[in-house]
């Protein structure tokens, strides 16, 4: 069984940064790519940002030059630098693995809740 555990969400101010990790266990493939989304209140999810396990990245506008992501794909590990937050980066941030095997469904953690106050 598969499982990925978010960590480093919080609450700060506008301006200030987080940096967000997901660490994923029981895997029986190999890393193809693995990232983030982003689900605001009321609204769908987004995404964010990903990356594959040779470090090449794809980042959605409002995440370009901002947050950075990288992976250690030998710990199936991938982590967000959120920097110079904005009140519309509050939401539920979601990390997804997907496997080698892209048939298969790709797996997803339960969140972890950022909160940006101005």
């Known amino acids: 069984q598969v499982q990925l555990v978010e960590s480093g969400g919080g609450s700060v101010q506008a301006g200030e940064s987080l940096r967000l990790s997901c660490e994923v266990s029981?895997?029986?493939?190999?890393?193809?790519?693995m990232g983030w989304y982003h689900q605001a209140p009321g609204e769908e999810r987004d995404c964010v940002a990903s990356i594959t396990r040779r470090g090449a990245t794809n980042y959605e506008d409002p995440a370009k030059g901002r947050f950075p992501i990288s992976v250690d794909a030998a710990k199936n590990t991938t982590c967000l630098q959120m920097n110079d937050l904005k009140s519309k980066n509050t939401g539920v941030y979601y990390c997804?693995?997907?496997?080698?095997?892209?048939?298969?469904?790709?797996?997803w953690g339960q969140g972890t809740q950022v909160t940006v106050s101005s």
């Open positions: 997804y693995y997907q496997g080698i095997h892209i048939t298969n469904p790709p797996s």
């Open positions: 029981g895997s029986t493939s190999k890393l193809n790519h």
